[in-house]
């Protein structure tokens, strides 16, 4: 069997110095029909080996479920990088960071009362244990010394920018050994003294994340870690976006000419990311380092391989300076993307949440405020009546994310988190107040991790506390199929649910253009494509060939705000944004 070891001053591979030459591919950002498409692309960039993180949440939406069916099929995904004659890097967390909502920890854990995470805390180690089992029963007969593709693990991430417990760190180790993982394991940390001090124990490689500076950076990582091979094992080449603000793109000639300094070294490299992929459904996370900036749908990172797989400019100039240090594979042609294809397509039969909301879900009675964790949402509509003088305001202690306020069904107004609005003034106090919650993607770096999301209380309506209160937790993967039992309404104010058919002659990838929309969620053929929002910076999304049909197809619209437009319009190219304000 293959022998994978750290040595004195290289990684060793069967014994001879091997220099890591890898690509970050997220599986649960890709469908799975497209995994050795992209893996094989790394493979003709030059790389020997592909990183994925595994996102605990997605695999366990509630304790005790670890769900492997498609997009999250860690070992098919693995296999599939064994097949391209790579080798990978599991990073399984328990933390990742990732842009991914909450960093990858369940909301769940976050509801036992006492918890504490990312430390050594009873509670959290119990469902960690719980995870990593599973996890690690997938990894293990994936190890290179069983003639499986996985080199090595990383444990926790940037945990020195996060926290100090060691012992907590010591336990982590201690499980993936008791879990018959023999590989070699390493942590990652920004490459500042303290945090690689905090976030390193002995008998644990350590390794750094940076996109710059490489050779000043490895130093610093050299005090850290003595002896044996130094790793980059998050080569930042590009940048994620938030809503609102502008596209992150990097210099393809500067991000290689980087990137030759740091293989000059000798160091090994996860270029983070080779292909980002997409934050498909309801995934993104989130920053909030004082401002709620939610992370965008598109995971394209500005990366080598671009949102719909296709090698860019960046993809050529990595390719070039990699051939200067590793034999690359030749280049096939690859494809120009063809024009769109013409589908007419016009989005109708609306069905307006205000008017049917029994479609939409069950609701429930509460003598207080619920938070969505309790209701078990990420979107919902909060309902109260209200009989007081005058035109009271509402106020609240938050709102996370964005709440739409309606007085008998008519649209007072907005309340946004991004935008620290916590009060509202009502046009008068008597009538059914709604409020129609969304989390916009919880926080996945920094303290703010694991907060409840919806409404946080206090909340008041002039000098009063509504006494009762009533939610309808809406199950948006059901929302393509409410044509099924309800009849249209009229379109009208408020979310709204539209649908449109098209046809198309072959099933390749598209983007669907969201411009001429407000701001909701989109399926196709019932694969949740994700959130749009008119103020960018993406105006499209990206719908995966292998979710689209030859023949009939169906595209369903959640709008929130207003669709002035209801013409569909589609693109073969993506529209990410502009790269300024
Ligand atoms: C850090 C984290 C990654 C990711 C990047 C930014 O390095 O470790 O998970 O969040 O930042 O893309």
């Known amino acids: 069997m293959p022998d994978f070891a750290i040595g004195e001053s290289d990684f060793l591979l069967d014994g001879k110095p091997f220099q890591i030459i890898s690509g970050a591919l997220h599986y649960f950002r890709i469908h799975p029909d497209q995994w050795a498409d992209r893996i094989e692309k790394a493979r003709l960039m030059g790389l020997n080996t592909i990183e994925t993180y595994v996102p605990w949440n997605a695999h366990s939406p509630r304790r005790g479920v670890f769900d492997t069916s498609g997009m999250l099929d860690l070992e098919l995904f693995l296999r599939r990088v064994a097949e391209a004659g790579l080798h990978a890097i599991v990073r399984p967390g328990p933390y990742i960071c990732a842009e991914w909502d909450n960093g990858g920890l369940p909301a769940w854990l976050f509801r036992e009362p006492g918890v504490g995470v990312r430390r050594y805390e009873p509670q959290y180690l119990a469902a960690v244990g719980e995870y990593l089992t599973e996890v690690l029963r997938i990894v293990r007969p994936l190890q290179t010394d069983q003639g499986g593709p996985v080199l090595l693990l990383q444990v926790e991430n940037e945990y020195g920018a996060f926290g100090n417990d060691s012992t907590y760190l010591k336990w982590l180790v201690e499980l993936f050994r008791a879990q018959g993982i023999t590989v070699p394991l390493v942590t990652v940390d920004q490459p500042e003294d ?260 919806g409404l946080i209380g206090p909340l008041q309506v002039g000098a009063t506390t509504p006494a009762s209160w009533q939610t309808l937790a809406i199950d948006l993967n059901a929302v393509p199929e409410l044509w099924t039992a309800t009849l249209p309404t009229t379109a009208g104010v408020g979310p709204t649910a539209y649908r449109a058919a098209f046809s198309l002659t072959e099933a390749t990838d598209l983007f669907v253009r969201t411009d001429a929309w407000g701001k909701g969620f989109a399926w196709v053929n019932g694969f949740c494509l994700g959130r749009y929002w008119h103020r960018g910076p993406q105006h499209t999304l990206y719908i995966p060939g292998p979710v689209l049909r030859a023949g009939a197809n169906e595209l369903v619209v959640l709008e929130l705000d207003t669709l002035p437009d209801p013409a569909v319009r589609f693109s073969t190219v993506p529209d990410l944004g502009p790269t300024e304000y």
């Open 194 to 453: 303290e945090m690689l001090s905090a976030g390193g124990i002995d008998g644990v490689h350590r390794t750094g994340s940076f996109g710059s500076r490489s050779v000043e950076r490895l130093a610093t990582l050299r005090n850290h870690q003595p002896t044996g091979p130094l790793m980059c094992m998050e080569f930042w080449d590009g940048w994620f976006d938030d809503w609102g603000g502008p596209h992150h793109t990097t210099s393809a000639t500067e991000a290689a000419t980087e990137l030759d300094a740091l293989l000059a070294t000798g160091a090994s490299v996860n270029i983070y990311m080779v292909h980002g992929g997409t934050n498909f459904g309801l995934t993104n996370g989130a920053n909030d380092k004082g401002v709620y900036r939610p992370t965008v749908t598109s995971y394209d990172y500005d990366a080598p391989l671009d949102e719909a797989g296709r090698p860019t400019a960046k993809f050529h100039a990595f390719r070039d300076v990699i051939a200067r240090h590793a034999p690359v594979p030749p280049l096939p042609d690859f494809p120009e993307p063809g024009a769109a294809p013409e589908i007419t397509a016009t989005l109708g039969e609306p069905i307006r949440l205000l008017d049917r909301p029994d479609s939409w879900g069950t609701w429930r009675g509460h003598d207080s405020l619920p938070t969505l964790d309790d209701i078990d949402a990420q979107f919902a509509l909060y309902r109260t009546s209200l009989d007081l003088e005058g035109s009271p305001i509402l106020q609240l202690g938050e709102v996370r994310d964005r709440a739409q306020v309606f007085l008998d069904g008519d649209p007072v107004g907005v309340l946004s988190r991004a935008d620290h609005d916590r009060a509202i003034t009502l046009p008068r106090g008597r009538g059914r107040l709604d409020l129609i919650v969304e989390d916009q993607g919880r926080v996945n770096y920094g303290p703010r991790i694991g907060e409840p999301k």
